[in-house]
Every structure is written in C-alpha cells, then in structure tokens.
C-alpha cells in the first residue's frame, strides 16, 4: 500500500553534487523512517542516511560531513543532498521506509524505492 518513486540520479563529474528525492504515495497517515541505502556493483547494500520523524538522523560513514539528509512531511518526500561526490559513489541509491501507519494500522516492514543510479565518473 506504500510506493516510492525517487528521481534525481544521473552522471555527474568528481566534486559535483546531486540531489536524490523520493516521494511516498498510498494510503499513509504517519512514515516514522525516511532514509537512503545504496548499493554498488559486487557490495552490499548500505545505509546512507536515514531519518526520523523527528528528525532524528543516522548516517553512514560514507556520507558524513558531504551528504545531508531532510524531508517534508506534508509532501511525504525525503531528499538526499550529496555534495563533493566521488568514484566512490558510484551506486544504485534506494529510498527506505519504515514503521508505516496505514488507515490506523502499524506496519513495521521496510518498503524499498525501484533504485535511482548514481555514476560519478570524469
């Protein structure tokens, strides 16, 4: 009853900056966790960042200090500003949701986006 649509990837150059958005749709009355994992070609998936309705935030150690997490409630989007990219983040990037309340009915699975590609290449 959750869907994800995220946009945003696409190419870009060493030291430049994307935003991933990803927007929440069904019938949803509260989303307690918004957030990124990513996952590149031979790893595993990873957290990126991940935040609460309070806005209480997680990241990974891969994002500190050049990713920053936000969201809008209301939109039930969350948005990932990735700054100073690298090769390093070359990855698929999937938004995440949790602990969905639904018509009054809690819901503590995850649901997972399609994925967005992000390539960071000269």
């Known amino acids: 009853q959750v869907q994800l649509v995220e946009s945003g990837g696409g190419l870009v150059q060493p030291g430049g900056s994307l935003r991933l958005s990803c927007a929440a749709s069904?019938?949803?009355?509260?989303?307690?966790?918004m957030g990124w994992y990513r996952q590149a070609p031979g790893k595993e998936r990873e957290l990126v960042a991940i935040?609460?309705?309070?806005?209480?935030?997680v990241y990974g150690d891969s994002a500190k200090d050049r990713f920053t997490i936000y969201r809008d409630n209301d939109k039930r989007t969350v948005y990932l500003q990735m700054d100073n990219l690298n090769v390093a983040d070359t990855a698929v990037y999937y938004c995440?949701?949790?602990?969905?309340?639904?018509?009054?009915?809690?819901?503590?699975?995850?649901?997972w986006g399609q994925g967005t590609q992000v390539t960071v290449s000269s």
């Open positions: 995440h949701v949790n602990g969905v309340t639904s018509k009054g009915v809690f819901y503590p699975m995850p649901y």
């Open positions: 069904g019938s949803i009355d509260i989303i307690n966790n």
């Open positions: 935040m609460s309705r309070t806005e209480s935030t």
